[in-house]
């Protein structure tokens, strides 16, 4: 079955005050509805995947998970059971592509969603459920213990799962933790951002040979946020 990032969704316990900070991230002004449950949402699109904010009964806000899409899937959206307790649901991508069609005003096709990040406790219970379960590549697996610990990296489309087993370090459990995007020029990128009074760090070098990065500081919603030039 071909599996696609259709959605990361962002938990917030008040949707305006997000949006205001996520625009000056993200540009366009986003796609806002009331989902099926009632709960006020917003939409960017991406060149890969949609960003999705969700207003939820939460203190602060919090990556919530990942919606996966497959043209196999049944019509509709549906939770997906696993034993790491986080949540994954299912859709088969319909919604997105009618979003993509009818608000082109909410797509910054420049911009993507390189990696998302998973903490976790559990490696070999992630590979069971999103290789053996749903059958997206695992396309590394390491020990770096200067960079966390054992780092699975499984691909879907254009997208990638960064998850790390930090060996006890942190709080048991498995939590999604942070977001990378990608665009073609940091350095632009970083003026742009700047110019709407986006706090960032300085550009470096980055961890992978051949990419340039700088941490996003403010109007992230306080999920640790990266952005990246270079290969992949």
């Known amino acids: 079955m071909a599996v696609f990032f259709d959605r990361i969704v962002l938990a917030v316990p008040d949707l305006p005050p997000a949006i205001e900070q996520y625009r000056a991230l993200l540009g366009p002004a986003p796609w806002t509805f009331e989902t099926s449950r009632g709960e006020p949402a917003a939409w960017w699109g991406l060149s890969n995947t949609v960003i999705e904010l969700v207003q939820r009964t939460v203190k602060l806000p919090r990556m919530l998970g990942i919606v996966f899409s497959s043209p196999e899937a049944a019509q509709g959206e549906s939770a997906v059971a696993n034993r790491l307790g986080i949540e994954i649901r299912m859709c088969d991508g319909t919604g997105t592509a009618d979003f993509r069609r009818r608000r082109p005003e909410a797509i910054r096709a420049e911009l993507a969603v390189d990696h998302v990040v998973l903490r976790t406790d559990a490696a070999r219970a992630c ?23 054992r780092m699975l990296f499984f691909r879907a ?76």
Do not use: M, N
Request: charged fraction near 25%; aromatic fraction near 6%.
């Open 127 to 149: 590979v069971d459920f999103f290789t053996g379960e749903l059958g997206i590549r695992l396309a590394l697996d390491k020990t770096v213990p200067a960079w966390g610990g």
């Open 157 to 232: 489309g254009k997208l990638t799962l960064e998850v790390v087993e930090s060996g006890g370090e942190e709080p048991p459990g498995s939590v999604f933790w942070g977001l990378a995007y990608r665009g073609p020029d940091l350095a632009e990128t970083v003026r742009e951002l700047e110019g709407r009074a986006v706090a960032l760090s300085g550009i470096r070098r980055g961890r992978k040979p051949g990419t340039l990065v700088a941490t996003v500081k403010s109007h992230c919603l306080g999920i640790p946020t990266l952005l990246i030039q270079g290969a992949r």
